[in-house]
């Protein structure tokens, strides 16, 4: 079928700023991953108060991440099969009823660890369904023209809910507590559901009786066709190294070393993840005003060797803070600019690898192929955040950044012989 008959408007746009359908998606996905910085940024920060354990706070991290994980191919053929506007709406629904109960529990004095990993069971399963959901509609809303700016576009909401919802969560925690983030959290999966009903999306896959017996078969089908993709399954394997690497440093070294080791504030700790963001804003900036190109091997050896090279210096900001050389206050500022050359990075190797994904498999395929995708780069997360967690508390925090960054250094050297 004809690009032009996939493309669900039915007239076509001079602009992606006037595509109805795809500012919907883009303002609702905004709402909702605002409301999801707030309520990630505390609950991490909260486990890690009243625990005090790194192992604690990576086994919840990682509790979530493996059912994602696990359901995520799942959700990819589910994507597939059903009309992907109904999903992502009655997906934000549910996890809107779903977290404002847990939070109105918690109003009435019924708190419990437990009803954290209830919370985190019932987001990660919709969002099984609503990321290859949301991520393979796209295609079909916009223009080819217009894909690589909507990716960045999408990318940066990210960033921009980062920004403002990183520092939110330190002000909300500090001022008003854990609960009343449960219940913001809510009001934004609501409004973002509400906001894509109006998205005018006809379900085009063409699902018969035989096919619906086929579920299993088209998972491992699924990934025999990804294996046989030979430059996408070796990126992919390299994410999952890089993931297994560096979930760790991020998820729970960081909130670690500031919250037990500096010990700032949870405001503070929040500068670092804005940071990030905006680099990451200005990385998809920089990516759009580039010469597309489907080859995405040079970003990913850059990508290694600035990752390499920041861990390193985080070991060198550690070590100086515990022997005295610099305060606190110096610490956040080399953490707040180093992250910000991370964000920028990390959009510069994302984005392009997404719209190789767009532009490469055949719609038929790309809510399955997207999710498993997914699930192979994230396939190794937990483990890290489990092993990272453990790590924590067991060794030294400047010879966990040394050895991390010396094994990083050891790959991006090792990648340009491949």
């Given at each position: 079928?004809?690009?032009?008959?996939?493309?669900?408007n039915a007239k076509r746009?001079?602009?992606?700023?006037?595509?109805?359908?795809?500012?919907?998606?883009?303002?609702?996905?905004?709402?909702?991953?605002?409301?999801?910085?707030?309520?990630?940024?505390?609950?991490?920060?909260?486990?890690?108060?009243?625990?005090?354990?790194?192992?604690?706070?990576?086994?919840?991290?990682?509790?979530?991440?493996?059912?994602?994980?696990?359901?995520?191919?799942?959700?990819?053929?589910?994507?597939?099969?059903?009309?992907?506007?109904?999903?992502?709406?009655?997906?934000?629904?549910?996890?809107?009823?779903?977290?404002?109960?847990?939070?109105?529990?918690?109003?009435?004095?019924?708190?419990?660890?437990?009803?954290?990993?209830?919370?985190?069971?019932?987001?990660?399963?919709?969002?099984?369904?609503?990321?290859?959901?949301?991520?393979?509609?796209?295609?079909?809303?916009?223009?080819?023209?217009?894909?690589?700016?909507?990716?960045?576009?999408?990318?940066?909401?990210?960033?921009?809910?980062?920004?403002?919802?990183?520092?939110?969560?330190?002000?909300?925690?500090?001022?008003?507590?854990?609960?009343?983030?449960f219940l913001l959290n809510?009001?934004?999966?609501?409004?973002?559901?509400?906001?894509?009903?109006?998205?005018?999306?006809?379900?085009?896959?063409?699902?018969?009786?035989?096919?619906?017996?086929?579920?299993?078969?088209?998972?491992?089908?699924?990934?025999?066709?990804?294996?046989?993709?030979?430059?996408?399954?070796?990126?992919?394997?390299?994410?999952?190294?890089?993931?297994?690497?560096?979930?760790?440093?991020?998820?729970?070294?960081?909130?670690?070393?500031?919250?037990?080791?500096?010990?700032?504030?949870?405001?503070?700790?929040?500068?670092?993840?804005?940071?990030?963001?905006?680099?990451?804003?200005?990385?998809?900036?920089?990516?759009?005003?580039?010469?597309?190109?489907?080859?995405?091997?040079?970003?990913?050896?850059?990508?290694?060797?600035?990752?390499?090279?920041?861990?390193?210096?985080?070991?060198?900001?550690?070590?100086?803070?515990?022997?005295?050389?610099?305060?606190?206050?110096?610490?956040?500022?080399?953490?707040?600019?180093?992250?910000?050359?991370?964000?920028?990075?990390?959009?510069?190797?994302?984005?392009?690898?997404?719209?190789?994904?767009?532009?490469?498999?055949?719609?038929?395929?790309?809510?399955?192929?997207?999710?498993?995708?997914?699930?192979?780069?994230?396939?190794?997360?937990p483990l890290g955040m489990?092993?990272?967690?453990?790590?924590?508390?067991?060794?030294?925090?400047?010879?966990?950044?040394?050895?991390?960054?010396?094994?990083?250094?050891?790959?991006?050297?090792?990648?340009?012989?491949?």
């Open positions: 079928m004809e690009r032009e008959i996939e493309i669900n746009v001079n602009s992606i700023f006037s595509n109805k359908n795809f500012m919907l998606l883009f303002w609702g996905k905004l709402v909702s991953q605002l409301g999801d910085v707030i309520y990630n940024m505390a609950i991490g920060w909260y486990i890690l108060t009243i625990t005090k354990s790194a192992t604690q706070m990576s086994f919840y991290m990682a509790f979530g991440t493996v059912v994602y994980v696990v359901l995520s191919p799942f959700g990819g053929v589910v994507a597939d099969r059903y009309n992907r506007k109904y999903l992502i709406v009655l997906m934000d629904i549910i996890r809107g009823v779903a977290v404002a109960t847990i939070g109105m529990l918690m109003f009435f004095n019924i708190k419990s660890i437990s009803l954290l990993y209830i919370s985190s069971f019932i987001l990660s399963v919709c969002g099984a369904i609503f990321v290859p959901a949301s991520n393979s509609i796209v295609p079909n809303i916009v223009e080819e023209e217009h894909l690589t700016k909507a990716n960045s576009m999408t990318s940066s909401i990210n960033s921009l809910s980062n920004i403002f919802g990183l520092v939110a969560g330190g002000v909300l925690y500090a001022l008003l507590g854990i609960k009343f983030i809510a009001v934004s999966y609501i409004l973002s559901g509400i906001s894509r009903m109006f998205i005018d999306y006809e379900n085009k896959i063409d699902i018969n009786e035989e096919k619906e017996k086929r579920f299993i078969k088209e998972l491992l089908e699924t990934f025999i066709y990804i294996k046989h993709q030979r430059p996408v399954f070796v990126v992919i394997l390299m994410a999952t190294l890089l993931n297994f690497i560096l979930v760790p440093v991020f998820a729970v070294y960081l909130p670690y070393i500031f919250n037990q080791i500096v010990k700032t504030s949870a405001l503070e700790y929040s500068y670092v993840g804005a940071s990030e963001s905006i680099g990451f804003l200005l990385g998809a900036i920089i990516i759009s005003a580039l010469p597309q190109r489907d080859k995405i091997n040079i970003y990913l050896k850059i990508g290694i060797i600035v990752y390499s090279v920041l861990v390193f210096l985080a070991y060198l900001g550690v070590n100086s803070y515990i022997n005295g050389y610099i305060s606190s206050q110096v610490f956040v500022i080399i953490f707040v600019l180093m992250a910000l050359v991370l964000g920028t990075f990390s959009s510069i190797i994302n984005i392009p690898f997404g719209v190789f994904i767009q532009r490469k498999i055949p719609n038929e395929l790309l809510g399955r192929v997207s999710a498993m995708l997914g699930t192979l780069s994230m396939a190794a997360m489990l092993l990272g967690g453990v790590l924590t508390d067991l060794l030294p925090m400047n010879i966990l950044l040394l050895i991390t960054s010396i094994i990083l250094a050891i790959i991006s050297i090792s990648g340009f012989f491949f």
